[in-house]
């Protein structure tokens, strides 16, 4: 039997080897380890107990393979075997009250147990790479031993034989738990010690049952021994972490990680150094990780004002009325939006006559011509006592709504102003539309010229005067008379005005 026995568990090794490393060729984490220990069982039954004695016990070892399933589960299969010699050493006793007298058995055993073990290095309680690493192991299998049991010789107070012993073998199965600690020595190599229980099924071992002891024979197995982890762990982006432990696992080939897979970022701002422009200094992700100490999206060492938030047109200055030219180099920095400026950020004056261009009516005045807020020339004032007839400096004619349809109440204004002109010929006239504001500013532009033109029409064409005697021009609805939140405001904006001029 013992011949099978040694054969079996031969074969077994060759076995599981065969298993570790073939099977590892296929696996892409490598989850297999192979372990060999030492061992020490120690009895417990009806003959007595060897449990937690120092000194006692018998010694003996076996290897064991597990294979990978999670980060909380291994299974492990255990290979083992031991003597196992045991005398009570009892001089006497009363074998019907279960007090057996001088009497022991010896043999061998082995066991072939599969087990799952609960490991605490899951990531929950304790990290996988922590020097200590505690474990549960739980699992089934069967037992093949060789025993031989003998008594001493003589009489016990019942007069049954002293010789209770078996002899031959056994095979039957057996539960097993266990408990241990590894120590992790470098990436490959752990050391363990494990103490668990190996649960017969049998009580043939002492092959002596006790009236009030039901139990079966039991064994604990002390362990002490080394694991190797076989195989090479997967490593996708080749940086010399193993996947399990990569949390940049798509890192570009030759870039430097730390201990997590990781591209090193020396300046902590989230930038790897690889794409770092800045890699010594903290930055921001938009400017490949360069400094930005103003907000403003343009890096401190192309910023020409650093510490105050501009435009990258401007190379980081700023630009408070949005004209193109920096604060710094504005001389006129509230010029309103929309303005057309020169280089030093003041409007554009055609002209030269002081208006802007964009307020100007009257863009073409010559040079050294005196001109009003809106850039038109300044009318000489009319003399007391010039001219013959009587007429007032500014003749107010009324139109239509929306129109410029001279209303028939103003033939007789112009008409006067006809005659004045015939009969003064060192005058001319300025004529200037007006409407409400009722309507866009643009479409009330275009209404006050046409407003204008139906004036100057009527004078020419009434008093067959010189063309050039009349001027017009068109102010829209920018300079009202009355209110024209009211209807009789609006009515006094809808005019044109008549404005006698002195050559």
């Given at each position: 039997m013992k011949k099978v026995l040694n054969k079996m568990v031969a074969m077994a090794f060759?076995?599981?080897?065969?298993?570790?490393?073939?099977?590892?060729?296929?696996?892409?984490?490598?989850?297999?380890?192979?372990?060999?220990?030492?061992?020490?069982?120690q009895y417990k039954g009806n003959l007595g107990t060897e449990w937690f004695e120092f000194g006692q016990g018998r010694t003996g070892g076996g290897f064991s393979v597990s294979r990978y399933i999670s980060p909380s589960f291994d299974f492990v299969a255990q290979f083992s075997g031991a003597?196992?010699?045991?005398?009570?050493?009892?001089?006497?006793?009363?074998?019907?009250?279960?007090?057996?007298?001088?009497?022991?058995?010896?043999?061998?055993?082995?066991?072939?147990?599969?087990?799952?073990?609960?490991?605490?290095?899951?990531?929950?309680?304790?990290?996988?790479?922590?020097?200590?690493?505690?474990?549960?192991?739980?699992?089934?299998?069967?037992?093949?031993?060789?025993?031989?049991?003998?008594?001493?010789?003589?009489?016990?107070?019942?007069?049954?034989?002293?010789?209770?012993?078996?002899?031959?073998?056994?095979s039957h199965g057996v539960a097993f738990g266990a408990a241990g600690i590894g120590l992790r020595i470098t990436e490959r190599l752990g050391a363990f010690i494990q103490t668990g229980q190996i649960y017969t099924f049998t009580d043939q071992y002492d092959g002596f049952k006790r009236p009030d002891d039901k139990r079966p024979d039991r064994f604990l197995q002390h362990n002490f021994g080394l694991t190797f982890s076989l195989g090479k762990a997967k490593d996708t982006d080749m940086d010399g972490v193993p996947d399990r432990k990569d949390k940049c696992p798509d890192t570009p080939?030759?870039?430097?990680?730390?201990?997590?897979?990781?591209?090193?970022?020396?300046?902590?701002?989230?930038?790897?150094?690889?794409?770092?422009?800045?890699?010594?200094?903290a930055g921001v992700a938009n400017l490949n990780g360069c400094p930005d100490k103003d907000g403003d999206g343009v890096a401190d060492a192309q910023d020409q004002c650093p510490d105050q938030p501009g435009t990258a047109a401007l190379q980081g200055c700023p630009d408070a009325d949005g004209d193109g030219v920096a604060d710094q180099n504005d001389k006129c920095p509230g010029t309103p939006a929309g303005t057309q400026v020169d280089a030093t950020g003041c409007p554009l004056d055609a002209d030269g006559d002081g208006i802007s261009d964009a307020l100007d009516k009257c863009p073409d005045t010559p040079a050294g011509t005196q001109v009003?807020?809106?850039?038109?020339?300044?009318?000489?004032?009319?003399?007391?006592?010039?001219?013959?007839?009587?007429?007032?400096?500014?003749?107010?004619?009324?139109?239509e709504f929306d129109k410029a349809v001279l209303r028939k109440v103003s033939f007789r204004t112009l008409d006067q102003v006809v005659r004045f002109?015939?009969?003064?010929?060192?005058?001319?006239?300025?004529?200037?539309?007006?409407?409400?504001?009722?309507?866009?500013?643009?479409?009330?532009?275009?209404?006050?010229?046409?407003?204008?033109?139906?004036?100057?029409?009527?004078l020419t064409a009434r008093g067959r005067l010189a063309k050039d005697r009349v001027t017009t021009v068109g102010y829209g609805e920018s300079r009202p008379r009355g209110d024209n939140e009211t209807a009789a405001g609006r009515a006094l904006n809808r005019r044109a005005q008549v404005e006698l001029v002195v050559e």
């Open positions: 060759l076995l599981s080897a065969f298993l570790a490393t073939s099977v590892q060729a296929q696996n892409a984490d490598n989850k297999w380890a192979l372990s060999g220990f030492a061992s020490v069982y003597r196992i010699d045991y005398n009570n050493n009892v001089q006497g006793g009363n074998y019907a009250a279960g007090r057996p007298g001088n009497m022991y058995f010896n043999g061998e055993t082995r066991n072939v147990i599969g087990a799952f073990k609960l490991k605490m290095n899951n990531g929950k309680i304790l990290k996988e790479d922590a020097f200590l690493q505690p474990y549960l192991m739980l699992g089934y299998g069967g037992a093949f031993s060789d025993i031989s049991g003998k008594g001493a010789h003589g009489m016990f107070g019942d007069g049954q034989p002293a010789n209770r012993g078996t002899d031959g073998d056994l080939s030759g870039v430097k990680v730390d201990e997590n897979g990781c591209p090193v970022d020396t300046d902590k701002d989230g930038v790897p150094d690889y794409q770092d422009n800045c890699p010594d200094v009003d807020s809106t850039g038109c020339p300044v009318r000489k004032p009319i003399p007391r006592g010039v001219g013959r007839g009587t007429l007032k400096d500014t003749t107010y004619i009324q139109f002109l015939k009969a003064n010929p060192e005058f001319t006239v300025n004529v200037s539309g007006h409407a409400d504001a009722t309507g866009t500013d643009e479409y009330n532009q275009g209404l006050s010229e046409r407003r204008a033109a139906a004036v100057a029409r009527y």
